[in-house]
């Protein structure tokens, strides 16, 4: 953008530009349409946002709680209730430092085994569509036990519900660690934990995934001494869940 005002077409492509872009960083399609409303008007209430991003009311109440929980948006005390927009490029900021962190993570996995002589086993897979499709792969080779982390676990839930489905049907122990307010997959063992960052997916003990948090990109491994220390790494972070 040079700087020129911009016609009404113009601010609607700019919108929907926007919007898509902010779904491959993790956020559903009413969260992203939701924050992007909220930032061009600065300050709103949920039914000035409702119109401009055309949805519901009752929906964007959902997408806004989810949002203020992810640290997108400000809420102000009293009613009705008024909401701001974290400063994007903070947002920006924030998501960098946790990306970093989820491939430090990683990194020192990989590390340890290159130490030991071992030949490379962590695998790298880019794409959102990419990485949603090796969760569901791995959901579908699981015998006996799946664990599943993850701060978007709605995301996995919309692509590979039915998978999970016939995971549970063929006896597989099924346990979700996900955000307090996220849908999970019923039939399992669900534990809610706040301020969770990576996707962490351990299948049968022996295969793992490490994804960032929008699904952009994820590591992947069949050692299981690698999977092992993953494993170690989801025991003590379910017993402080």
């Not at 039915?162 to 660690?177: F, H, M, P, W, Y």
């Amino acid at each position: 953008m040079d700087g020129t005002p911009l016609d009404i077409e113009e601010l609607e492509e700019e919108y929907e530009y926007i919007s898509q872009g902010l779904q491959r960083f993790g956020l559903t399609d009413y969260q992203s349409r939701t924050y992007a409303a909220l930032v061009a008007h600065g300050v709103a209430d949920a039914e000035t946002i409702a119109t401009t991003a055309e949805l519901p009311r009752t929906s964007v109440y959902k997408a806004l709680d989810s949002l203020h929980e992810k640290g997108y948006v400000i809420v102000s005390e009293g009613r009705p209730k008024v909401f701001k927009p974290a400063e994007p490029l903070e947002v920006k900021s924030r998501l960098s430092r946790e990306l970093d962190e989820v491939f430090g993570r990683l990194n020192t996995l990989y590390e340890v085994l290159s130490e030991k002589g071992e030949p490379q086993l962590v695998y790298t897979i880019s794409g959102r569509e990419k990485v949603l499709e090796k969760i569901e792969e791995m959901i579908n080779r699981t015998e006996d036990e799946i664990i599943i982390s993850s701060p978007n676990f709605s995301k996995i839930l919309d692509r590979s519900e039915k998978e999970l489905e016939s995971a549970q049907n063929r006896g597989v122990d099924i346990t979700i660690v996900t955000s307090p307010r996220e849908r999970a997959y019923t039939d399992a063992k669900v534990k809610r934990k706040e301020s969770l960052i990576a996707t962490d997916l351990i299948s049968d003990g022996k295969r793992a995934l490490l994804a960032s948090p929008g699904f952009e990109a994820c590591g992947y491994t069949t050692n299981p001494s690698l999977a092992k220390h993953l494993v170690n790494f989801m025991d003590i972070l379910m017993e402080r869940s």
